[in-house]
T-cell receptor
Framework: AQSVTQLDSHVSVSEGTPVLLRCNYSSSYSPSLFWYVQHPNKGLQLLLKYTSAATLVKGINGFEAEFKKSETSFHLTKPSAHMSDAAEYFCVVSDWGSGTYKYIFGTGTRLKVLA | EAGVVQSPRYKIIEKKQPVAFWCNPISGHNTLYWYLQNLGQGPELLIRYENEEAVDDSQLPKDRFSAERLKGVDSTLKIQPAELGDSAVYLC???????????????FGPGTRLLVL
């Protein structure tokens, strides 16, 4: 079965420094992968998604992620953190089989940005 | 364009009482999802509708949870009776599904935060 692992439950960075949120997945086929962000008391918002086109995906607010099939990874990066980036981030993989599908969410990484 | 609308935003009830959540998806979206999100966890699917049909309800606790999506638009999720362990955030999402391998973006509402006392 497909699964997704977010390697860090909490990440702290200083404002202006790079952000790296790590995500590994397992899939028996060519998956779709997503990163969503959730600010407190808000719904989840799509940051970016990979759907078998370019392996380097650019998203909103300066975020990007690289799909690496050999490493089964889809890490999220941003060159320079902003205070407004503080939120919970979820990596998601689509699970397809037997004619049906699910979206499998990771357990989340809480990003803290220090002034 | 309006996003996914959920109500109420917050609900506090005593255990054994019934509760209902309402979701209005983005106009034109054929697929609607209900998720449960416990504190510190990622969302977990409860039920997925394609138009009016519940195509995946394998994770819905059917002894106390029920859902409906009349006319393939709005949806209601009900819990009766509620238990202490049902305290969580209930998220609704919608998407436009075209078939095949799932690649579509889900759009989420703000959620309903339920506290069962």
């Amino acid at each position: 079965a497909q699964s997704v692992t977010q390697l860090d439950s909490h990440v702290s960075v200083s404002e202006g420094t790079p952000v790296l949120l790590r995500c590994n997945y397992s899939s028996s086929y060519s998956p779709s992968l997503f990163w969503y962000v959730q600010h407190p008391n808000k719904g989840l918002q799509l940051l970016l998604k990979y759907t078998s086109a370019a392996t380097l995906v650019k998203g909103i607010n300066g975020f990007e992620a690289e799909f690496k099939k050999s490493e089964t990874s889809f890490h999220l990066t941003k060159p320079s953190a902003h205070m407004s980036d503080a939120a919970e981030y979820f990596c998601v993989v689509s699970d397809w089989g037997s004619g049906t599908y699910k979206y499998i969410f990771g357990t989340g990484t809480r990003l803290k940005v220090l002034a | 364009e309006a996003g996914v609308v959920q109500s109420p935003r917050y609900k506090i009830i005593e255990k054994k009482q019934p509760v209902a959540f309402w979701c209005n998806p983005i106009s034109g979206h054929n697929t609607l999802y209900w998720y449960l999100q416990n504190l510190g966890q990622g969302p977990e699917l409860l039920i997925r509708y394609e138009n009016e049909e519940a195509v995946d309800d394998s994770q819905l606790p059917k002894d106390r949870f029920s859902a409906e999506r009349l006319k393939g638009v709005d949806s209601t999720l009900k819990i009766q009776p509620a238990e202490l362990g049902d305290s969580a955030v209930y998220l609704c999402a919608s998407s436009w599904r075209t078939g095949g391998i799932p690649r579509e973006t889900q759009y989420f509402g703000p959620g309903t935060r339920l506290l069962v006392l």
